[in-house]
């Protein structure tokens, strides 16, 4: 069965201290592991999808990273608006169609 | 804005009641995705339709049912309704291409039952 894993679960950064969330997975055969940012009450806002082990991808200040059993989500400088819960997600290749598994997420809180 | 769309936006009703959620998916995207998203469970995957028939189901009660009509939007019916099934119900669209697929989500909706 697959398993996402979330650490931490919750995080507190000064503004622009840089730090890292990790996502760790157990999948049968991976199509697809997938970013997303939550704010609350609000639906998940995607982020990033990575295929392959040793695959990056950026966007402001996210940087994701992918290995075979864990991906990285490196956060350069935050500011207080990227404070929200980030959530993590695969996709099986042998698994119900397209669904995504997802962990529990961290939340971020980036203070002033 | 994701551009999926979802009604109501909050929802109370009281148990052993019927409800129905409403999703309209990406113009073009041909798959929706049900998900419920509760405190102690986070976001699991109900049920996937595609251009109008039955993909994949996940961890859907029996008394929770699903349609994707010819216009695609997607409907949620979910019936003899439990206090536990207060959550966060959102609808995801995608559009496959080369074995790749992203979904976005729907603002979510709401569910409290009393």
């Known amino acids: 069965e697959d398993q996402v894993t979330q650490s931490p679960e919750a995080l507190r950064l000064q503004e622009g201290e840089s730090s890292s969330l990790n996502c760790s997975y157990t999948?049968?055969?991976?199509?697809?592991l997938f970013w997303y940012r939550q704010d609350p009450g609000k639906g998940p806002e995607f982020l990033f999808t990575?295929?392959?082990?040793?695959e990056e991808k950026e966007k402001e200040r996210l940087k994701a990273t992918l290995t075979k059993k864990e991906s990285f989500l490196h956060i350069t400088a935050p500011k207080p608006e990227d404070s929200a819960t980030y959530l993590c997600a695969v996709q099986d290749s042998w698994g119900s169609g397209y669904a995504l598994n997802f962990g529990k997420g961290t939340s971020l809180l980036v203070t002033p | 804005d994701s551009g999926v769309t979802q009604t109501p936006k909050h929802l109370i009703t009281a148990t052993g009641q019927r409800v129905t959620l409403r999703c309209s998916p990406r113009s073009g995207d041909l798959s929706v995705y049900w998900y419920q998203q509760s405190l102690d469970q986070g976001l699991q995957f109900l049920i996937q339709?595609?251009?109008?028939?039955?993909?994949a189901k996940g961890n859907i009660l029996e008394r929770f049912s699903a349609q994707q009509f010819p216009d695609l939007h997607s409907e949620l019916n979910l019936s003899s309704l439990e206090l536990g099934d207060s959550a966060l119900y959102f609808c995801a669209s995608s559009v496959s291409s080369g074995g790749q697929e992203t979904q976005y989500f729907g603002p979510g909706t709401r569910l409290l039952v009393l």
């Open positions: 999948v049968s055969g991976l199509r697809g």
């Open positions: 990575l295929y392959s082990a040793g």
């Open positions: 339709y595609y251009n109008g028939e039955e993909r």
